[in-house]
């Protein structure tokens, strides 16, 4: 992305007004779902824009954050698991098989199955 954006500093102001759309959209439809879920439902009162833009920040903070999660790609994982050894493969597979049990061997029934 940094390459693009230096490549393409134009882009920039592009990004800004999409990013202000988005959330002018989100917003639009949280508050319009509230209204017409909520309100008859249970009685909650009607909200406005901010108050819905509100909720999505105060959702996204609750239960998401704002990002800064780790992924595989990032961390250098996946190439560390792609480029393993027979032997280390071997040993992984029965650490999963010791920490998870057979839930995720082919060829065993999982807790799905038997039910």
């Known amino acids: 992305m940094k ?6 500093p134009y882009l920039i ?7 202000i759309g988005a959330m002018a959209l989100f917003g639009w439809i949280v508050m319009a ?3 017409a879920v909520l309100v008859p439902a249970v009685g909650a009162n009607i909200i406005g824009f901010w108050q819905a833009l509100g909720i999505l920040v105060l959702s996204r903070l609750l239960v998401g954050g704002f990002g800064g999660g ?3 790609r990032r961390r250098g994982d996946w190439e560390k698991c792609k480029n393993m050894t027979p032997e280390e493969k071997q040993k992984f ?6 920490r998870w049990g057979n839930r995720f ?7 799905e199955d038997q039910r």
């Open 3 to 8: 390459s693009v954006i230096r490549r393409k």
């Open 93 to 98: 597979k029965e650490e999963v098989q010791k």
């Open 70 to 72: 780790k992924s595989y």
């Open 105 to 111: 061997d082919e060829g065993q029934p999982n807790a």
């Open 13 to 19: 102001p592009i990004f800004i007004l999409l990013g």
């Open 33 to 35: 779902l509230w209204n």
